[in-house]
């Protein structure tokens, strides 16, 4: 039996998921999460072949979790279902280590075919997502980033600064580097600009 673990903050498309799944004989789901912190939590203490997880989420998204699994050696796979067909996700996915990206609205008996390639060592991309990730980009930083993404979320920089205990100075620099790099007018037009290219 294929283990899965299954991480959507959707309680809907979670239980909606599950029953797809559970349809197929050699498919077991052996946990839900609602974030990417239960997922990690449960991974740690019981063995599972496939994660299922969406990008965003509460407290940690797929990606985040993705890159945890990386770090930790964790032996699962990840597969990312998710609604954003964003180069710039698929991008950062393939760099955290993620074996599968598909889109929510993939056919079910694609999903259990992408699956069972995962499980035997394979990989099952969007195949014109694929074409479109490696036509642009991402310029940014992951300190850009990082500093980008917390003043989309409404930190000044004195606030960004005390999170990531970086000089106020420091700060300053990164935002003004993304902000010309994405060819912005200010801080929250290029956190909008790098949102919709999927590179925060």
Known sequence: MIKILVAEDQAMVL????????IESDFEVKATALNGEEALKILRKQPIDIVLTDIEMPKMSGLDLAIKI???HIKTRV??????????????????????YLLKDTPSEKLAKAIREVVSGGRSIDPELAMEAWTENDPLTENERLTLRL?????TTKEISKQIYLAEGTVRNYLSEAI????ANNRIDAYRIARQKGWL
Do not use: Q
């Open 15 to 22: 239980g909606a998921l599950v029953a797809l799944l559970e």
């Open 70 to 72: 990386k770090e930790d």
């Open 79 to 100: 597969i990312i279902l998710t609604t954003f067909a964003r180069p710039g996700f698929l991008r950062r996915a393939l760099d955290s280590g993620v074996s599968g």
């Open 151 to 155: 003043a989309g979320e409404g930190l």
């Open 180 to 183: 010309s790099k994405l060819d």
